[in-house]
């Protein structure tokens, strides 16, 4: 079992940069892909980015490519998420998840989650 835990988030203003980190327990975090979607009130959970499971790919949304880039430290068990040039748009809260899975690009390709950061970008 993977315990998932979210942090970096915050606010910032538009144009802005945040690094997220996802810190996962577990001894077999690198036998997992990665993954962070968002969300925004009333709406549903929404694909970001994902890398495999040994680091090599990588996985965009076209809203977030160019931006934003996920990479993983499996010496540290950790995620990120770098997110530049944010906009308003890009305000959520982000959550972190873990698969076994190659296809990554929907909630139900992943088995374990975080809570979630708040990420909001002032105009």
């Known amino acids: 079992q993977v315990h998932v835990v979210e942090s970096g988030g915050g606010l910032v203003q538009s144009g802005g940069s945040l690094r997220l980190s996802c810190a996962a327990s577990?001894?077999?975090?690198?036998?997992?892909?990665m993954g962070w979607f968002r969300q925004t009130p009333g709406k549903e959970r929404t694909f970001v980015a994902a890398?495999?499971?040994?680091?090599?790919?990588?996985y965009y949304a076209d809203a977030v490519k160019g931006r934003f880039t996920i990479s993983r430290d499996d010496a540290k068990n950790t995620a990120y998420l770098q997110m530049n040039s944010l906009k308003p748009e890009d305000t959520a809260v982000y959550y972190c998840?873990?698969?076994?899975?190659?296809?990554?690009?929907?909630?139900?390709?992943?088995?374990?989650w975080g809570q979630g950061t708040q990420v909001t970008v002032s105009s």
């Open positions: 890398v495999s499971w040994s680091g090599i790919t990588t």
């Open positions: 577990g001894p077999t975090f690198d036998d997992y892909a």
């Open positions: 998840a873990a698969s076994l899975r190659t296809n990554l690009y929907t909630e139900g390709d992943y088995d374990y």
